[in-house]
C-alpha cells in the first residue's frame, strides 16, 4: 500500500467523550491507521476550559479557545463536534461545512433539530456529515438506516435509548427499589447526572428517537412534534403489579407507521416481560426494528460512555478517510425530503393500564366501568386489592383493550370527578411489542 | 435528481432466495429506485432448471441456462450470485469479476473457502464483491465489521448463526423433546431440510464463524482449521441438568484471541442461563461481540428464509447502485492478509460438563476424581442421582473449572477404560460469556 499523507482532526471539546476518543486516536494508532489507509493526526483542539489545555498528555500549542481555527485551517480535514447542547454547536457545524471540512458529531440535540437542514448543507459542499454517536453510543444504529436496511420499508422502531433511566426502572423492577432511592443509586455510580432532568424527564431519549424517526421513515421530523414523558411517575406498586401481570416497565421510544402517518413518541410502557427488548437491563440500549423484508431485528450495546462512544466516532472518521484516500465523494447519499406526518398524540391507539385509589364499596368498578364504555374504552381485566381499613380505601388496576388516547384522557376528566375515586395514581400505555 | 439510467442485475440461481430476491425488486421498485438513485432492472435469470423458467411471473426471455450471458454481457452491472454450493459457484463469482462485473453473493461455503482469493480479485478489477447475505440473513454482522466496529480490536464472537439447531434446542430446552422428536418437528415446520446434515452438523455454522472470524481478526482463515461439533449428542437430560446449574444449551459459533492466537470453535455450549445470547430462542440468530472500545454489542433477527435474506442481498445491490451512480469505485477497501494463527482446539481452555453413568459404590467418585487430578483438572461441583437399582447404576455430573482440551480428553480416555464407569455418556464445554 502507498504511503498516504495523514488525515487531518481538528476536535471542538475535550470533556469526557473528547477525552475518550483522544485516548483513542493515540493508543491504537496502528490498528486506526490500517483500517483508515492513512494516519489519523490530532491537529488541534478547541476547548474554551483553558485548565483541560494540555490534557491527555497532548502537547499545549494544538489547543486554541478559537474554533475558527478549526473551520478556516486548510489543515484541517475533519471537524469532530463533541460539544454537546444546540448552541454554539449548530453554528460551528454549520460553518464547518460551508468551508469544504468533513464533520463527525455526536451531537443528539443539533441532529435532532437542524439534522435535515446540516445534511443538505453537507451534500451541497460535498462534504460528510457524520453522527453515528448521536444515537446508542457505539452500537451502530445509523448506519444500519443508511446502507444495511435500505431495501426495507420500516414498520416499527422500539428502542430504549437512555442508559441512566433503563438502569432506574431496572433497579425499581429487581430490586423494589422507589424511584428516588434508584435515582441516587444511579448518581453514585455515575450512571445519572447531578442534573438528571433530561434523562428522567424523556427528552434526551425523544431526541434521539427524532433521529431515527427521521432516517427510519426517510422523513424531516419537526422535533416539536415528538411527544415524551419521563418516569418520575412510576412507583414500585407499578412494577409489582406489571410483573403480576406479565409485564415489564421501560421507558421505550416507539416510531410506527399508522395508516399515511407515524407515531412518535417517548413514554413508560407495559410491555410483555417475555420479549428480547424487557430484557435489556442496566445502562444498555437496544432498539428493535421492524421492516417489511428483514422481519424483527435488535440491536443492543452500551449506548453511552467515552470508550464506546469514541468506538463510533472514530468508526466515522475513519470511514471519512477511507474516502478522502479513495478520492471518493464523501457527501451523505440520501437526505429526507418528506415533510413529517406525525399522528397527533391524542389519536394514537393502544391498550392502558390504570391504578387508582377508590372507596372501599360495592358499586365502584361499576361506576368506572361505566364512564370508560361511555368513552369507548373497554376493559380487558381488573386487580382489586389491598383495602385500607383505615381510610376504607383500596387499590383497583385496570387494563384496557386498545382505545384511543383522546377517549383515554376525556374519560380520566370524568373518572377524577367520581366522588367514589380518591386518586388515579398511574395511567401507563402498553405495547404488545 | 437526476433520472440516472437503470443499473442492470444478472442473477444466477431463481431457487427460494432467488425467488425472494425477485418478488422484492419488483413489489418494491419505488421504495428500491428512491435509495439507489435510479431503478433496478433484472436483465437475466440464468437458472438450470428449465421449470422454473417464466416464474415469479417474470417473462421467459430473460431466462436463459448458461451462466457465460450473464458474464460476457457488456449490459449487465451486477450479478447476484444465489446458487449457493461451493460449485460451479465458485467460478462464476471468479469470472464474473475478473469480467469487471460487481458480485453480491450469499454463499457462505464459497466465501469460507475462497473468500480472501475472491476479494483480491474484485479489488484488482476495481469492482464490488459484497456477501453481507452469507452470514445471518438480513441481519447486519458483515457491515459491521467493516465499518462500524473498525475502530476495535475485536476481542470474541459468540454467535447463535444456524436457526435449524437453535429451534430444535429451544424445543429440547423448554418442552423436554428429545432430539430425534424436535428435529422431525422442525422439518415438519420448514425449519429443517430432509437432510438436515449440513445443520445439525455444525458445518453450515462453520462456513458463517470462518467468514465472520476473518472479518473481525481482518486475518485469512484457512477453513480446515475451524473445529466444529454437532448437535446430535445432545440428550434432554443434558438440558435438564443445564436448567438445574443455571445454565441453556445452545450451539455456539466462538471466536476469541487466545495471547498472539484466534480460537475458532463450533460446539454446543453450557451457557448462562441469564445471558442475553441465552435467550435468543427459535429460528432466530444472534452474534455477540466484544470490542476493544465498544465494550460488548449484540445483533439479533431472522438468520435465513427469502425474505430477511432478500434484505440483505438488495442492500448489497442499492449499495453497488449507488457508487455507481455517484462514480466511485466499488471495489473492497480492505482485505484481510495475516496469514491465521488459529490456536489448535486441543490447547483451547475452557470449563466442561461431564455426564457419565457409573457403578452405584462407594469410592467412585473418589477414582473419576484422581484421574481428572492426574491431568490437572479440578472438580467444580458434582451432581450424583437417580441410581437404577436394577442395573445398580448411577447417573454422575461433574462440573470442572478450566482446563486444557488437551488434558480433558486425555483424562476421558483413562476415565473411559476404569471398571466402575460404564459409559461416559456426554461432555460439554462451559463457556463464562
Chains 1, 2 share one sequence.
Do not use: C, W
Not at 435500505?150 to 442508559?163: E, K, P, S
Not at 432498539?287 to 466516532?313: K, Q, W
Request: aromatic share 6%; hydrophobic share 45%.
Amino acid at each position: 500500500m502507498l504511503k498516504k499523507r495523514a488525515i487531518n482532526i481538528a476536535l471542538l471539546g475535550i470533556g469526557t467523550i473528547g477525552s475518550g476518543v483522544v485516548r483513542a486516536l493515540l493508543l491504537k494508532a496502528k490498528t486506526l491507521t490500517r483500517q483508515a489507509g492513512s494516519p489519523l493526526a490530532l491537529k488541534l483542539v478547541v476547548e474554551k476550559d483553558i485548565a483541560r489545555h494540555g490534557s491527555q498528555g497532548l502537547e499545549k500549542s494544538i489547543f486554541t479557545i478559537d474554533y475558527r481555527e478549526a473551520i478556516f485551517s486548510s489543515d484541517v480535514d475533519i471537524v469532530v463536534e463533541l460539544i454537546g447542547g444546540e448552541y454554539p454547536a449548530y453554528d460551528y457545524i454549520k460553518e464547518a461545512l460551508n468551508n469544504g471540512k468533513h464533520v463527525v458529531t455526536a451531537n443528539k440535540e443539533v441532529m435532532a433539530k437542524h439534522g435535515a437542514e446540516l445534511l443538505s448543507i453537507a451534500r451541497k459542499n460535498h462534504v460528510a456529515l457524520r453522527f453515528e454517536a448521536s444515537v446508542g453510543g457505539g452500537i451502530p444504529l445509523i448506519s444500519p438506516f443508511q446502507r444495511d436496511l435500505v431495501a426495507n420499508d420500516i414498520q416499527a422502531i422500539y428502542a430504549i435509548l437512555n442508559g441512566t433511566t433503563n438502569y432506574i426502572l431496572t433497579r425499581m423492577a429487581h430490586d423494589g427499589l422507589d424511584f428516588n432511592v434508584a435515582l441516587k443509586q444511579a448518581q453514585k455510580l455515575g450512571y445519572a447526572e447531578a442534573n438528571p432532568a433530561n434523562d428522567i424527564g424523556g427528552l434526551d431519549t425523544a431526541y434521539k428517537l427524532a433521529i431515527l424517526t427521521s432516517l427510519g421513515f426517510d422523513m424531516i421530523v419537526n422535533f416539536d412534534d415528538v411527544y415524551y414523558e419521563g418516569i418520575a411517575k412510576l412507583r414500585s406498586r407499578d412494577f409489582r403489579y406489571a410483573n403480576e401481570l406479565g409485564y415489564a416497565i421501560k421507558l421505550l421510544a416507539i416510531a410506527k407507521r399508522s395508516d399515511k402517518k407515524v407515531e412518535t413518541r417517548v413514554h413508560p410502557v407495559f410491555m410483555p416481560a417475555e420479549s428480547l427488548l424487557a430484557k435489556v437491563d442496566g445502562v444498555y440500549n437496544a432498539i428493535y426494528v421492524t421492516g417489511d423484508l428483514v422481519g424483527n431485528v435488535l440491536f443492543y450495546g452500551e449506548g453511552a460512555g467515552p470508550s464506546a462512544t469514541s468506538s463510533a466516532v472514530i468508526a466515522d472518521v475513519i470511514n471519512i478517510a477511507q474516502n478522502i484516500n479513495n478520492k471518493q465523494d464523501n457527501a451523505p447519499h440520501l437526505i429526507p425530503q418528506k415533510i413529517s406526518g406525525i399522528l397527533p398524540m391524542e389519536d394514537i391507539v393502544t391498550r392502558y393500564y390504570f391504578r387508582m385509589n377508590v372507596l372501599d364499596r360495592a358499586g365502584v368498578l361499576a361506576k368506572i366501568a361505566e364512564v370508560m364504555g361511555n368513552h369507548g374504552i373497554s376493559i380487558s381485566s381488573v386487580i382489586q386489592k389491598e383495602s385500607d381499613p383505615h381510610t376504607r380505601t383500596a387499590e383497583i388496576v385496570i387494563m384496557t383493550h386498545p382505545a384511543t388516547e383522546k377517549a383515554v384522557q376525556e374519560a380520566m376528566k370524568v373518572i377524577y370527578r367520581l366522588k367514589v375515586v380518591k386518586e388515579i395514581s398511574n395511567f401507563i400505555r402498553v405495547e404488545a411489542i
